[in-house]
């Protein structure tokens, strides 16, 4: 395979599998246990974004992963991982603002992997050049996007 393509075949390959996952297993789940229950677990899944800080560590990435997405890589999904936190804080405690910073937190999560994506296609040269990141942006990535897709459908149709 040639190495422009790993990254897009892992990115689209665990998006595909993880939909299956979400069709098969998540999606019978949240219909049992409703949106109120649901809606909390699927953001605060959002929290391990804080991993996103991989991205800021050589060693862990090579020198040879360029700054315009090393930074944004960090520091988006750190936003993304707080605001997850928060929006779960605000369900599960009931706030009247809860819903719009699930909102929020969904619209940057979403936001921040697809800039990752389009940055990391126009500048990462070799796959090899993430590290151990590769396994963040082709698992946790795909994963997380997935759940970001359930969450638009609860916001938007419920259950």
Do not use: Q
């Amino acid at each position: 395979m040639p190495l422009r393509a790993v990254i897009p075949f892992s990115v689209a390959f665990g998006i595909s599998f993880f939909s299956l996952v979400a069709v098969w297993h998540v999606w019978p789940w949240v219909e049992t246990v409703g949106m109120a229950s649901a809606l909390p677990a699927l953001v605060l899944a959002h929290g391990i974004r804080y991993l996103g800080v991989m991205f800021s560590i050589t060693g862990v990435v090579r020198d040879e992963l360029p700054e315009v997405f090393r930074k944004p890589a960090t520091y988006g999904d750190l936003a993304a991982a707080f605001l997850a936190v928060i929006a779960t804080f605000a369900l599960r405690g009931d706030w009247p603002l809860a819903v719009p910073l699930v909102w929020l937190f969904n619209i940057v999560g979403t936001a921040h992997f697809i800039g990752d994506l389009v940055v990391g296609r126009m500048f990462i040269r070799h796959p090899g050049h993430l590290g151990a990141c590769f396994f963040h942006v082709t698992m946790f990535l795909p994963a997380l996007l997935v759940t970001h897709a359930i969450i638009f459908y609860l916001l938007v149709f419920g259950v």
